[in-house]
């Protein structure tokens, strides 16, 4: 692999191990200054309110301007947040910040998967996605057993988890900025598509098969692992599981997806992009589904290893898929788009979850977040995603 992939791969590595420290310790927090569990959905919906309005308009500048200057401000935002995140002393101020949070995320993400999907056929897609997907998944796995290490017996305080992700996202800043000596990129973004104005753009890619339930099933999947994020420590909390174990459970999650992510193309090779899709989706929902079933670590461990699955594999099929069938000189917009609606996903979904957990329960968020990744798996079913063009 080139230099340059080595390089971005790392720095995502970096990135997601500063997220996945910050982010369940965000809920800490918010418990902490007296968050009910709808106020936790808000929250958690915060993540996703700026990236959902940048999203698409950054992905059409990337088309036109290309993508190291956005993969290198995405880091910075997110090692700035990490570190204000420790002045955020109300609710309000720590929405605030995982609004700033969502939206570097987001700018970094959509420069770093046009770079990835260049140059490469659906299989050598499918490899690097893959690789990416690991790579994220081992940060999302070192994060919050990290962050478990340190505000577990250690005796280290949430807001020194933050400075601790601050310094990562300082990293990942550094290791961003060789980018920019990046020579012209390989694909041209001139002609009919990439020359389209805002609203005829969307209509193309929207019109393009197994585009829209690719981006449905991938949004299901964000907004539930974010559910799972802010709820999982409430769960435990109720059951009094201590902190260093939940965060273990997160941790486990990560590992499992990252585990599915290495035989991701001998599994697509077996059996196909749409037939594993749903596969995955069953088992996110029936880990999901059973959550409220149990309340000691070991049985839970086992259910997120189930939902590490469905994550694991159900986002970058999705991701690859998308990347690969976007109309030409619009894929860093088509992947904006998906992104944007990820983003309405992650606003929408916790913020009306947090509604249902208010009302019914800790317990009733998973399964309604079950019930609804195993509904995604029928549009899958009935759609034309992943049926390869003849």
Sequence with gaps: MRAPYLRLFAMLLLVATAIGMLRPMVSYRALELGATPSQLGLITAAHGVLSLLVAIPAGRLVDRLGEPPFVLTGAGVIAGVSLGSVAASNLWALGMAQALLGAGQIICLIGAQSLVTQGASQEERDKRFGTFAIVVAFGQTAGPALAGLLAGPAEVSIVGVFLVAGGIGAGAT??????LLRPARIEPVTGAAGQDSFLPALRRIMRTPGIPPGMVVSLTLLASHDILI?????YGEANDI???????????NGAVAMATRVMMVPLIRALGHRLLLICCLGCGAGGLLAVPQFDEPAPLFALMAATGIGIGLGNPLTLSWIAGHSPLGLRATTLGMRMSANR???VAIPAAIGVIGGAAGIGAVFVVT?????ASATVVGGSA???EAS
């Design 370 to 374: 079950g019930l609804m990744v195993g």
């Design 174 to 179: 550094l290791l961003a900025l060789p980018l």
């Design 242 to 252: 201590p902190v260093a174990t939940v965060t273990a459970m997160l941790a486990a």
């Design 230 to 234: 802010a709820y999982l420590p409430a």
């Design 344 to 346: 309405l996903g992650q």
């Design 385 to 387: 995603f992943g049926r």
